[in-house]
């Protein structure tokens, strides 16, 4: 599949009832090529608005996560699980993120990462293990067919609870040593 198909595929999409109230499918941004994929839950109300993950307050504080490590969006490719937006910011049914699963492994068929990171217990548990547990378990490595992977508290629960914003960090220092170490943080290789 090409990503125009993809992007074609989601924007028709009518698998589960999310889909009829949505603003706009929310896909993706970012470099199509990096090494490194952050994967979260689903759109807010403000991606549903735009078309574009993390562009609210949480995004501005991902935004801020990234800068402090030397990364950007332009530099890695940021999406979520679902494309559209749960109704009350709602955690997405079992259902509802089975509905939407292929076309994230669609995009991971388009990008190759070598590093995903999950965003938050809901991403965490669709991707690592359904009884991951982001408290006890955030800042280490999975390795799963050959690529790793790694949870960190989703940037919203950091605005909520800024009390948890010191384990964030050094979840973030733990990827950028991880990135080094695989020979991809260079700029060219992102």
Known sequence: MTWDELEEKCKNCTACAISRQRHNVVIGTGNKNSKIMFVGEAPGYHEDMQGEPFVGNAGALLDKMLASIGLSRQKVYICNILKCRPTDNRDPSYEEQASCIGFL???YKLIRPMLIVCLGRIAAQALISPNFKITRQRGSFVEKKGVLFI???????????ESKKKEAWEDLKTIKRKMIEMEIYDEQKL
Not at 151 to 161: G, I, K, V
């Open 151 to 161: 949870a960190t508290y989703h940037p919203s629960a950091l605005l909520r609870d």
């Open 105 to 107: 492994r669609e995009q």
